[in-house]
């Protein structure tokens, strides 16, 4: 396992390695990660991992400041995989140099997330250009848990052309059914059951939803999702995964795309 904190000493490093796979993070590691690293080392060639905690996607101090690292963890995980390649770089190593892509932020940067978060996409599409312009890989590795994070990642690559190809991956999810998240780290017991009861709900739910899809707003389903002790609802939307309309007809498939905070702790699902 290489380590490397310079890009320049990386770019030197990987010059003449043709199929990369990349593996973004911002540390934390969980069985999410574990699973993406695993799929990427399923692949031919090497498995390149970053762990760089961006400043530019968070949209308050304070979450940055909050948002768990353990990186001394997250390095015997990493090596416990027998990762190939890690990049640690700091802000001045991404952030110093100029673009050869400007970054292509979609409409749909503007609904879910886009709506509270200001500023979050453009925050991740700006780091992970970047690292698509010091890494050139050939597959990235994302999971479909921040769904609306991999289709804008999606976007930007077909629009400016970039010679990466993106493995969506499935969520991981904790016995409780929670999806795996570093966030989760900060969640005590109580807000670790509130959070599993919010997903058995909504899977529960699902049928239903999909027989009243018009009548969806009035199934009260904010009221009994707020009596299960949810600090508050960011949102909680429809939408067909594919077209990325409301669902309309009762044979569509959809998902059901829910934020939500426990206190100060803000989760996101797709169910
Ligand atoms: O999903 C994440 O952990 C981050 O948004 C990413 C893709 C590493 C960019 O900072």
């Known amino acids: 396992m290489k380590i490397f904190k310079s890009k320049h000493k990386l770019q030197k490093e990987i010059l003449n390695i ?47 400041i909050n948002y768990p690292r353990n990186l001394k963890k997250d390095l015997m995980i990493l090596k416990r ?13 991404v952030f110093s140099f100029q673009v050869k892509n400007k970054i292509f932020l979609d409409k749909f940067s503007k609904k879910l997330c886009g709506k509270s978060r200001r500023g979050h996409f453009k925050g991740v599409l700006n780091i992970v250009n970047r690292f698509l312009e010091i890494i050139k890989p050939k597959y990235i590795f994302l999971g479909i848990k921040d769904f609306q994070q991999s289709y804008l990642i999606n976007i930007h690559i077909l629009k400016r052309k970039i010679n990466t190809k993106i493995i969506h991956c499935k969520t991981i999810r904790e016995k ?25 709900y909504l899977r529960n739910k699902k049928r239903l939803i999909k027989k009243e899809l018009s009548n969806f707003k ?54």
């Open 218 to 271: 009035f199934l009260n389903i904010k009221k009994d999702l707020m009596n299960l002790g949810l600090t508050k609802i960011d949102y909680i939307e429809l939408y067909n995964s594919k077209t990325l309309k409301r669902p309309k007809n009762k044979k569509e498939k959809f998902k059901i795309f829910i934020a939500f905070y426990l206190n100060k702790i803000r989760l996101i699902d797709n169910i």
């Open 81 to 93: 995989l027998n990762v190939d390649l890690i990049y640690l770089p700091n802000s001045k190593d």
């Open 18 to 64: 043709k199929n990369i796979s990349f593996v973004p993070t911002m540390g934390g590691l969980h069985k999410g990660h574990i699973s993406l690293i695993k799929k990427s080392k399923s692949f031919k060639g090497k498995t390149l991992v970053s762990i760089f905690v961006n400043p530019k996607q968070f949209n308050e101090k304070k979450d940055f």
């Open 176 to 200: 409780n059914g929670i999806a795996c998240s570093t966030r989760n780290n900060n969640l005590n017991r109580n807000q670790f059951k509130i959070a599993s009861n919010v997903i058995k």
